[in-house]
Each structure stands twice: as structure tokens, then as C-alpha cells.
């Protein structure tokens, strides 16, 4: 039964780089058929898909983010992790990473995290 | 980018009912379009994938379908443990979602 589990810093101070860490239990990371992204939630709104990444270490990024994110992969942990740079109150939201899997040309967030509720304030 | 928008925005229903939920994306995007459940509290939960495929374990009262641009998410028979928000998304250009239609108890 594979796991995801999110960590990092639950308040962040504006302008500064929001850094979260997706562990992958129960399974491996390095597994062809996955891409492992991130999605995020502010309260009581919709969910906003952040970008993902592959084990080769390719990226797709949302464009709407303005080249504030980028991931990362780890394999020897079966981590990958996500930053956010420039951080305003806009980006207080909940943080999910998700295993993200392949069929024919589409691909469906099959296994999620529980979330990380991650507030941007002084 | 692609849009996606869900009708209506929320719906009332009682044990039994039958819901449908509908789904519409701004062009065309086959049949990429994936289906998800979220009780308050909880990360979202896939139901369908591919329009019309139902994940692994999930109930056979829900119903998905659709192509090109319109899609409908159809609960046959409302159970309890129903009542949630659920969202479409697309997966023909990375990722949207849409936002969201929240299933209350009348």
C-alpha cells in the first residue's frame, strides 16, 4: 500500500520560499508508470494543480505560477519536494502531493497525501 | 490553458436520489477527463478515469461519461457516505480542475 506523506514549515513569512518534501512509503518513486505532483487548496476554494515530475527529473510547471516553482526528485529517499518562491497571502492554502498515473495520453492523481496546511503571514 | 466548469455549483438530494453532476471543458479533450470525491477535512479521492472507467474499489453507482467537451458524473443511487464535493479534471493539457460541486443532504 503505497503512502504519501507531506512536511515542512506550516507558516511562512511573505516573500520568502515556501519548501515542502513528499515521502513515498510502500512503493518506489523510481516506478516508469508515475509522475509525482503537487496540487494545492486555499480554504474553502478549489484545487489548483502546481506542476509534476518524472524520475528522469523532467518537469511541467502550471504557467500561472511565473516561474516561481520548481521540483525536485530524490530517489535514494523516495522524496520529491516542491518550492515556491516569493510566497505572498495568496499562496496560504493546503498543500497535497499526489502520485499521478499514466494511461493511454492522460493520467489521473490516483493516491494522494493527506495535506499540509502551509500559511504565508508575518 | 483549458477550462473547466462544473454545473451546478451545489445540489441537494436525499438517500436514494439519483445526482448527476456535469462537467464542461472550454475545447475539445476527448476522453481525459477524471472524476474525484472530497469529504471536508480529506484529500480528494479519484472515482473515474478516462471519462468512463471506474478506480480500483469504488462503488458501481457511480456512473461516468462523456466525450470531446461534455461530461456527466451520475451517482445512481445516493448513499450516506455520498455527500462530499466532487470535482472534474482534465488530464489533456497537464492538469485543471473544475470547481467543485458540493452534494448536501436535503
Known amino acids: 500500500q503505497v503512502q504519501l506523506q507531506e512536511s515542512g514549515p506550516g507558516l511562512v513569512k511573505p516573500s520568502q520560499t515556501l519548501s515542502l518534501t513528499c515521502t513515498v512509503s510502500g512503493g518506489s518513486i ?16 478549489g484545487l489548483e494543480f ?20 520548481t521540483m525536485s526528485i530524490d530517489k535514494s529517499k523516495n522524496q520529491f519536494s516542491l518550492r515556491l518562491t516569493s510566497v505572498t497571502a495568496a499562496d496560504t492554502a493546503v498543500y497535497y502531493c499526489a502520485r499521478t498515473r499514466m494511461y493511454s495520453f492522460g493520467t489521473v492523481f490516483d493516491n494522494w497525501g493527506q495535506g499540509t496546511l502551509v500559511t504565508v503571514s508575518s | 490553458d483549458i477550462q473547466m466548469t462544473q454545473s451546478p455549483s451545489s445540489l441537494s438530494a436525499s438517500v436514494g436520489d439519483r445526482v448527476t453532476i456535469t462537467c464542461r471543458a472550454s475545447e475539445s479533450i476527448s476522453t481525459y477527463l ?19 472507467n471506474l478506480q480500483s474499489g469504488v462503488p458501481s453507482r457511480f456512473i461516468g461519461s462523456g466525450s470531446g467537451t461534455d461530461f456527466t458524473l451520475t451517482i445512481t443511487s445516493l448513499q450516506p457516505e455520498d455527500f462530499a464535493t466532487y470535482f472534474c479534471q482534465q488530464s489533456s493539457d497537464t492538469a485543471t480542475f473544475g470547481q467543485g460541486t458540493k452534494v448536501e443532504i436535503k
Do not use: C, E, F, H
Open chain 1, 30 to 45: 523510481s516506478s516508469g508508470s508515475y509522475y509525482w505532483s503537487w496540487i494545492r487548496q486555499p480554504a474553502g476554494k
Open chain 1, 50 to 69: 502546481l506542476g509534476r515530475i518524472y524520475i528522469s527529473g523532467s518537469t511541467d510547471y502550471n504557467p500561472s505560477l511565473n516561474s516561481r516553482v
Open chain 2, 34 to 52: 477524471n472524476w474525484y470525491q472530497q469529504k471536508p477535512g480529506k484529500a480528494p479521492k479519484a472515482l473515474i478515469y478516462a471519462a468512463s
